[in-house]
Structures are given as structure tokens and as C-alpha cells.
């Protein structure tokens, strides 16, 4: 078990403290405070402060037996103090914060029962010893009752993880937030001071006065008055003392097997005969003691009655005073709690037994201070229920979403519906600013969002850059400039429609978008860092999210519409939408590019400026899609026969022949977009297979192969076969163009490739 746990379950120093970092001996001492054994004794100790000396009134044992109690009790005092110095000395955070005050409280507490021990009654022989106990233990209450709770669920907690270490991730993941604790922790602490306060003065202002104490002593006095007019050997007037007297007695007389009756009169004749049973007939006169002597002078018959003893030393009393039973015949009645009621007044006294009371009194603490128990457990878990419904839950959703950001920025962001708390609209709106930075950052973004959520500290969007693997894709939207000039404002509406449909169709197929150009996109599909390429499909996603884009573009009826703008077709007749892509892999960094002020998250490298080039390059070709050697060795050997290689060329900036490949994208005449959606039960590559036949295909790669091995003549004559069946067949048309510039004759240091003449 660990400290922090025992921490949290004792209650012995505020949550929110850091551990101590001291002495070696500092940290073995409250190693040991804080050891199960050490908090077992301590629940065991709590539990007997709370209810032990209650149950023990109830019970009512001997009294010789009370010392006993008392010393158990003085013993949870020395175990309270003893635990309150050593976190005194040995724990951070601990002195003078609450907690310190609540054990402070709970020790001192003790103290009425304490003194017992050693015979110290506080407020002795009114009452008041009971009414400081009775304060000290609804103290003891308030104070203790959190530390119950807490050391159970830790008891708990231990089982569990002896029960199953293995779900330790799950009770880590389960842990309540720091504020969720901090929050019920404070909402504890003050119910504790609340019910505490309450319960001690409650109990304190029984020292103020009580209401069975003053009506004794007023009894008394009028027993007084009574006693100086006819307390007298003139036997008519002593009769009136005789008849004032036995009321008296049995006035105070209460379920005792001396006196029997439903009415006064019933029980005071009852009385004479229990005395004319033990008194001399000589002694008796009306039935009753006669002038002068103790009406009950016998031990055992003595401790039956309630009223224990009637004292008198004004005039005509007795020599010693005592005219009801004796004084040592109430030693059996403990002080305290008090078992008995001493009311005096002037010249007399007299002692009540008043010990069902004191059970009664050991019942209610009983249940009082499990109320008090139950009442802080509830009252406190009532109380937190709204703050965690409210407040708590919303926060920890949100810390979570931060948290799950953190370590997957480009995690998938939940939509919740709108609720009516200002808690309910900052989640949505940090929901909102997630999905925000997902689209403004985008996959290349995904470390810099990870890095800045997940660290302590200032902002930091300039993290360095990291090298990565990715297949490139470069979009072009055709004849933009005429389109802008045209469409003015609609321009935006243009550009944006046809983004959806491209970063629709990549995203479907496992890649993302990166940075929009005005009328050009770049997109990126991750490949791992390390090991071979081969056996992967990706190459065939990338290759078909271009041709659903061209395909969903061309039958979109709202970017028709913004097509047959009169401007448009005006300056461009017979205008549709029209794009040029390209596709390469390769490394390439990735991070932030930019300043503090602003940044785009992208990609830096020769093969993502190639993959733009290749874009570029589509208007040569006559094509749509123009794709590299090394993309085409990423495809599925399937896919590779649908292919065509329709060059081998040079860049700008590289010496390296760079093999071209196209897909000839089929027509489509389509008028919605649903027309162009994959048939269920059918594959993509079957239902949008090329335009051209296999047969085309390779006879287009014979003359080809022989373009590039220097017999023109024949690929000539390859060629216009081609032309033949197609005769707007771009690519054919353009190894055409270039071979006529030599008049289909290769040069004679013709090395099998060509420079590509444009960027």
C-alpha cells in the first residue's frame, strides 16, 4: 500500500500536499504512521473512541470494572496523540492545515473520558461531567467519523489490488481527477466543521442550565420551607411533614419495586406499608417515621428507590443529618457519566439515581454518532454528486479530450448535443477548437498539436522537424485564373466544392489533406518509416482517390452550373471541370513552416516539389493523372496492367530518368454525383477499369519501349496504330510531337530518355 493511498484514506494531512523529502528517519517514521498495520490499529482505535464507552453504559457493567474501560480509552488517547506528533514532525503540509486541527480536536476529546482513569470528573456533581463528555464525543464524531470512511475505502482498495495487480491500468484509468478530489475533499472538510460545530455547542449548552436540575433543586427548596414550619415534635404538625414528605418521596419515585400504584394516594400507601415493614411499630405514627429519626435507615432497601439520600442540618434535624437512607448508599452510582443528581439547597441535600436516564443518554450518543457517520458519508457524497454532475464530469471530459488529443491529435472527436450549463458550451467549444486544429493542421500538423497539448510550458509551434516516408498527390484545378476573373465572388464557392470532393476521396482512402493552394491541393499518404514498401495497398488508394475525384467533380450538378456561367463559357466554350494530378513517394520533412506568428504544418522535399512537377506535366501529356516509377512499383500487380508507362524524363534540378505512368480515367456521363458511387457487390477497379483495352495497352508499351530504345521508326508506326483507334490519346500524341522535332529519327547520343522541357 502506498503512502499517498494511506494519505488519502487517513485523513492524517490535507490530499493536496506533496509528499515529504527529509531525513531518512523522518521518512521511515511516517512510513510506518502510514503502514496497513499502523492503519488497522487506527480504525480499530476510532471505532472504540466513537461507540466503546456508550456501549459500555448500556451494557452497565459492575463499576469495579470501570477502570478497565477507562484504560482502553486512555490508550486510544495515546495512540491518537502519538500518530498527531508524527505527522506533526514527519509530514509535509500537515501542521496547522486542517487536518491538523481535526486530529488535534479528536485527541483532546478524549480527554473527559480520560481523567476518569484517574478518578478527574470535569464539572463534577451536576451534571456537567456528562455534558463535556457528551461534547467531547460528538467532537470525537465530527472529527473521526471522515477518517472511517476513508480508511474502509482504502481497506477496500487494498483487497482489490490484491486481488487482481493486473488491473492496474484500469484503476489508474478509473483514479478521480485532482480537482474532482481537491473539490470533495473541501466539500468534506466543511460539512465535518458544519455537523461538528453544531453538535458540540449543542452539547455545551447544556452547562448553561438543565431543566431536571433546577426543578430538583426547587424541589428541595419547597421541601425546606416545608421542613422550618413543620418539622416539629408536635404531632399534628409534624403530620403535615409526614404527608409532604411520603409525596415527596414518591414523586421521585419511578418504576421502583418499593412503591406500587396507578395514583398518589395509591402509591404513598404503598410506601407506608413497604415502611411499616422495616420500621419499628414504636418508631411509626400515622403510619409513617415518626419525629426525629432516618425514614430509611436499611442498605439494600436503600438502593431500590430512586431518591438515594435526603440530608438536613437545620433545625430539630437528626444529629447526623440524615433523615433519608445515607450518603454512602448511592457509591454504587457512577459520577460519570452521571448516575446520579445532587440538587441542594441551603441547609439540605438530596442525591437521585438518575442511571436509566445515563443509559438512555448511552443509547442516543450511540445512535447520534451513527447518524453523524451516515449523515457526513451522505451529506458529503450529496453534496459532491452535483459538483461532479455539474462541474466535474464536464472538466474531466474535457481534461480527457485534451489528454486523448495529446496522444493522438488526429483522434476521432465525438459531437455532443447542446446543453444549458456554461460547462456544456465550453465542451462543445473545445470539442469545436479540437476539430478546428485537426483541419487547420491536418495529418502533417498531428506532432505539434501532440507536443504543445501534451507539455507543461509556453507555447512552442516551431517543434523541430521529423523525417518521414509518404506517398505525394498534387491536384491543379484547370483554367483557374479565367474561372476567378469570372466568377468573382462564387469563386470561393467553386474552389471550396471541388476541396470536398478531393479531401473527401483521400481521406476515404486512408490519406489526408495537407495544404490548399488556391487552385492546387497537396495530399499525403503516411508510410511506415523503416522496412520494405512492398505488399502494401496504399499505392492503390492514392491512385483511386484521384480518379474519384475526377469522376464525383464531373458529375457534381452545382460545379456544372458554375461551369455554364455565360462569362465562363464566353471565354472558355464548352468549359467543365477540369484537373491535372500527380503522384510520387519519397521522404520528406515534416513540421512547422513559418514563424511564431503563423505556421503551416506541410512537408519539405525534392519529391514533394516532384510530385507538383508531375502535376504540371499533365498538360503536356495530354492526361489527367500523371504518376512516378517509384508510385507505380507501389501498386497492386492488378492494378499495374491497367496502367501505361508514356515516357522517361529528367527534371529540373535532377539527373536521375524519372519513368511516367498514367491511368486513362474512363468518361463519364453522369449528371449527379450518386450515378458515380461504387456498385455494392462490384470492385472499384472493375467498375472504373481505364478507357482504353488491354490490347491498346500494350501496343501502346511495344512502341514505347521503342521509342525509348531508340528505333523511332517503329514506335512511330506504333503510334498511329494507337492514333488510329484513338486519336485524342494524349500521351501518344505528345511522344509524336517530340519525335517529329527530329524527324522520327533518334538522336545518336540518345540515352533513352528526354529532359522535360517545363517545370
Not at 459492575?62 to 505527522?87: A, N
Not at 443509559?359 to 461532479?388: H, M, N, P, R, Y
Request: proline share 4%; net charge negative.
Amino acid at each position: 500500500m502506498s503512502s499517498k493511498d494511506t494519505e488519502t484514506a487517513q485523513g492524517g494531512a490535507d490530499p493536496g500536499a506533496e509528499e515529504f523529502e527529509g531525513p531518512a528517519w523522518k521518512m521511515k517514521l511516517l512510513a510506518v504512521a502510514e503502514h496497513q498495520v499502523a492503519t488497522t490499529v487506527m480504525l480499530i482505535a476510532t471505532v472504540f473512541a466513537l461507540f466503546g464507552t456508550d456501549i459500555y453504559q448500556m451494557i452497565n457493567p459492575p463499576k469495579s470494572q470501570d477502570p478497565i474501560v477507562y484504560s482502553l480509552v486512555f490508550i486510544c488517547f495515546l495512540l491518537f496523540t502519538l500518530e498527531f506528533l508524527v505527522f506533526c514532525v514527519a509530514k509535509k503540509g500537515y501542521w496547522l492545515s486542517f487536518f491538523f486541527w481535526l486530529d488535534f480536536v479528536a485527541a483532546l476529546s478524549l480527554l473527559p473520558d480520560t481523567l476518569l482513569l484517574f478518578n478527574i470528573s470535569l464539572l463534577s456533581g451536576s451534571g456537567g461531567s456528562l455534558t463535556v463528555a457528551r461534547a467531547g464525543r460528538a467532537a470525537r464524531a465530527g472529527t473521526r467519523a471522515a477518517r472511517i470512511v476513508r480508511v474502509i475505502k482504502l481497506l477496500a482498495l487494498v483487497k482489490k489490488r490484491k486481488g487482481g495487480e493486473e488491473d492496474e491500468d484500469e484503476a489508474d484509468a478509473a483514479k478521480p481527477s485532482k480537482i474532482g478530489t481537491k473539490l470533495a475533499d473541501l466539500i468534506t472538510q466543511k460539512v465535518i466543521v458544519i455537523v461538528g460545530l453544531m453538535l458540540i455547542s449543542t452539547s455545551l449548552l447544556d452547562l448553561i442550565g438543565n431543566e431536571t436540575q433546577t426543578s430538583f433543586n426547587q424541589n428541595l427548596k419547597n421541601l425546606a420551607a416545608v421542613w422550618d414550619t413543620y418539622y416539629v415534635s408536635n404531632v399534628t404538625q409534624y403530620a403535615v411533614f409526614q404527608t409532604y414528605f411520603a409525596k415527596f418521596i414518591v414523586d421521585h419515585d419511578s418504576g421502583s419495586s418499593m412503591v406500587d400504584g396507578d395514583t398518589v394516594a395509591d402509591r404513598i400507601s404503598s410506601l407506608k406499608s413497604a415502611l411499616g415493614e422495616r420500621v419499628a411499630a414504636t418508631d411509626l405514627v400515622n403510619g409513617l417515621p415518626r419525629f426525629g429519626i432516618n425514614w430509611l435507615d436499611n442498605e439494600d432497601d436503600c438502593r431500590k428507590f430512586r431518591l438515594r439520600w435526603v440530608e438536613s442540618k437545620r433545625a430539630n434535624a437528626p444529629s447526623d443529618g440524615d433523615i433519608w437512607c445515607k450518603a454512602k448508599y448511592y457509591d454504587d452510582l457512577r459520577e460519570s457519566p452521571a448516575e446520579f443528581i445532587i440538587a441542594e439547597d441551603s441547609d439540605m441535600q438530596m442525591v437521585i439515581d438518575h442511571e436509566h436516564w445515563a443509559k438512555g443518554q448511552a443509547l442516543v450518543q450511540f445512535v447520534q454518532i451513527t447518524f453523524i457517520v451516515i449523515l457526513l458519508g451522505v451529506s458529503s457524497a450529496l453534496f459532491a454528486k452535483d459538483a461532479e454532475t455539474l462541474v466535474i464530469a464536464p472538466l474531466e471530459k474535457m481534461a480527457s479530450l485534451v489528454r486523448k488529443l495529446s496522444s493522438n491529435p488526429l483522434a476521432q472527436i465525438e459531437e455532443n448535443e447542446e446543453g444549458q450549463y456554461e460547462t456544456d458550451f465550453v465542451e462543445s467549444a473545445l470539442k469545436k477548437f479540437g476539430k478546428l486544429l485537426q483541419i487547420a493542421f491536418g495529418e502533417a500538423g498531428a506532432e505539434i498539436i501532440g507536443k504543445n497539448l501534451g507539455a507543461e510550458g509556453d507555447l512552442n509551434p516551431m517543434i523541430a522537424g521529423r523525417r518521414m516516408r509518404a506517398i505525394f498527390g498534387f491536384c491543379d484545378i484547370r483554367n483557374f485564373t479565367d474561372c476567378t476573373e469570372c466568377l468573382q465572388e462564387e469563386v470561393m464557392v467553386f474552389v471550396n466544392r471541388i476541396a470536398e470532393y478531393v479531401h473527401r476521396a483521400v481521406k476515404d482512402n486512408e490519406g489526408a489533406p495537407n495544404k490548399n493552394i488556391g487552385d492546387a491541393f497537396l495530399l499525403a499518404w503516411r508510410l511506415p518509416d523503416e522496412g520494405e514498401l512492398t505488399g502494401l495497398t496504399i499505392g492503390d488508394s492514392a491512385l483511386r482517390s484521384f480518379i474519384r475525384t475526377i469522376l464525383e467533380t464531373s458529375a457534381c450538378p452545382d460545379l456544372r452550373k458554375m461551369t455554364e456561367n455565360p462569362k465562363i463559357q464566353e471565354r472558355l466554350p464548352g468549359y467543365r471541370v477540369k484537373m491535372g494530378f500527380g503522384l510520387h513517394v519519397g521522404w520528406a520533412i515534416e513540421g512547422a513552416i513559418g514563424s511564431t506568428l503563423k505556421i503551416d504544418a506541410s512537408y519539405l522535399s525534392p519529391n514533394v516539389n516532384m510530385a507538383s512537377r508531375l502535376e504540371a506535366a499533365t498538360k503536356q501529356f495530354g492526361t489527367a493523372i500523371l504518376i512516378s516509377g517509384q508510385f507505380f512499383r507501389l501498386l497492386s500487380a492488378d492494378v499495374q496492367e491497367m496502367c501505361r508507362k508514356i515516357d522517361r524524363v529528367t527534371v529540373k534540378g535532377s539527373v536521375e530518368p524519372l519513368e511516367l505512368y498514367t491511368y486513362d480515367v474512363p468518361p463519364s456521363e453522369a449528371t449527379t454525383v450518386e450515378e458515380v458511387q461504387l456498385e455494392p457487390g462490384v470492385s472499384f477497379w472493375e467498375q472504373f477499369a481505364p478507357s482504353t483495352s488491354s490490347q491498346y495497352r500494350k501496343d501502346f508499351a511495344r512502341a514505347v519501349e521503342n521509342y525509348l530504345a531508340g528505333k523511332w521508326a517503329d514506335s512511330k508506326s506504333g503510334l498511329e496504330n494507337c492514333l488510329a483507334q484513338w486519336p485524342e490519346d494524349g500521351p501518344a500524341l505528345s511522344l509524336m510531337r517530340v519525335m517529329g522535332e527530329f524527324n522520327y529519327q533518334s538522336p545518336a547520343d540518345w540515352p533513352g530518355y528526354r529532359e522535360l522541357t517545363e517545370k
